[in-house]
């Protein structure tokens, strides 16, 4: 694994040296044609262009030559003062003040160059052509227009890589965060979908045993069958409460075995009716939500034989499953966290599906779970 990682290291570091070495071989590119170009609009009609087309090929190659030298010289020059500059003063932070000492910088960097290399050829060169001091001055001012010129267009070339490369840099960041952002929230749902699940083993163990407690001191053999049912219905919810969704047709035959405790327990005080059509069946739920609405109806709601709870379960064109019951108030109200309802909201809503609807009459209270 070390072996491939350095390999890697190095794959990762030529090419960073060959995409320097294009990037440098662009600028000095950049730099000679700009040198022929500018040279020619300061005085397309100078007669010294036709001479020197018309010259030997020996004089255009040792000029190329020296063009070549000196736009490299230019170049590396600009792109040191740049690099410096973005270490010392960084475009970030004073914008207009970098602007202005920049150019000032490439200026006078460039007279620099110019006096240098003039300096050199005038030591280095026998035989010079004596010019009119006039024409001199016109071909210095020229050649400083010139190599000014380079100068800038260079650092603007730098400067926009640079900006680019930044702006790469802080949107490939802005990326990395986004996308641990959205990870850390994916974690966290996770973590509150869970929780939310463990909140039913509680709930549900806590309101069967004391039933089941109730009805051994009663009638023992009643007792046991309903402890048989109790067994077979928490094994349900132990295999299926983990998942996130859960079948339709599932979540009926685990609600008919939740009834038969029902009915055991409170007797003729509450009547069931359910009716889904077969189409919506195959279609999907959060795992208990029938259970816990129809636990929280009973919890909440008086059930007597004169006057019996009616739950009804049953699904709509529109692809909703609904729980709806009698609204028949105790006289006592029980104490009430609010547990069921919130928990199956907060998990419609963590799975981002849609929300569920509830709608309280005179007559009846109605929660609407979409499918899925």
């Known amino acids: 694994m070390n072996r491939i990682g350095k390999i890697r290291k190095k794959i990762t570091r030529n090419r960073k040296i060959i995409s320097t070495a294009k990037r440098r071989l662009v600028i000095w590119l950049v730099a000679i044609i700009t040198f022929y170009i500018f040279s020619y ?112 267009i260079i650092s603007a070339f730098n400067t926009v890589d640079y900006l680019l490369e930044n702006w790469k840099k802080t949107a490939e960041e802005a990326a990395q965060h986004k996308l641990r952002a959205s990870k850390h929230k994916q974690a966290a ?40 049912k109790f067994a077979r219905v928490y094994r349900y919810l132990l295999v299926n409460s983990g998942k996130d969704v859960i079948a339709v047709e599932e979540e009926l035959k685990f609600l008919e075995s939740y009834i038969f405790l029902i009915e055991k327990r409170i007797g003729d005080g509450v009547i069931f009716k359910i009716d889904v059509r077969e189409e919506h069946r195959k279609m999907h739920t959060v795992p208990l939500s029938l259970q816990l609405l129809v636990e929280n109806a009973i919890k909440h709601n008086q059930t007597s034989k004169t006057n ?52 309280k009459t005179e007559n009846k209270f109605i929660v609407k779970l979409p499918l899925i």
């Open 308 to 359: 019996p709870l009616e739950i009804e379960v049953y699904t709509l064109p529109t692809g909703e499953l609904v729980v709806a019951n009698t609204f028949l108030p105790l006289i006592n109200k029980p104490d009430s966290s609010g547990v069921g309802l919130r928990n199956i909201k907060a998990r419609y809503e963590i799975l981002g599906y849609g929300k569920p609807e509830i709608e």
């Open 189 to 228: 749902m996770a973590a509150e979908l869970q929780a939310l699940k463990l909140q039913i083993d509680p709930h549900f163990i806590f309101n069967n045993l004391s039933v089941l407690s109730e009805l051994i001191l009663e009638d023992q053999q009643l007792g046991y069958e309903y402890s048989e």
């Open 41 to 152: 609009l300061i005085d397309p009609f100078d007669p010294a262009w036709m001479d020197y087309l018309n010259g030997p090929w020996q004089l255009m190659v040792e000029d190329l030559l020296w063009v070549f030298l000196f736009s490299v010289l230019l170049s590396e020059v600009s792109i040191f003062i740049d690099r410096t500059l973005n270490k010392l003063l960084p475009w970030s932070n004073r914008t207009v003040k970098r602007l202005l000492i920049q150019c000032v910088i490439q200026i006078v960097g460039s007279v620099l160059i110019i006096i240098i290399v003039n300096f050199i050829i005038e030591s280095t060169t026998e035989n010079l052509t004596k010019l009119d001091y006039r024409k001199e001055f016109t071909l210095l001012g020229q050649w400083v227009a010139t190599n000014i010129m380079i100068s800038l």
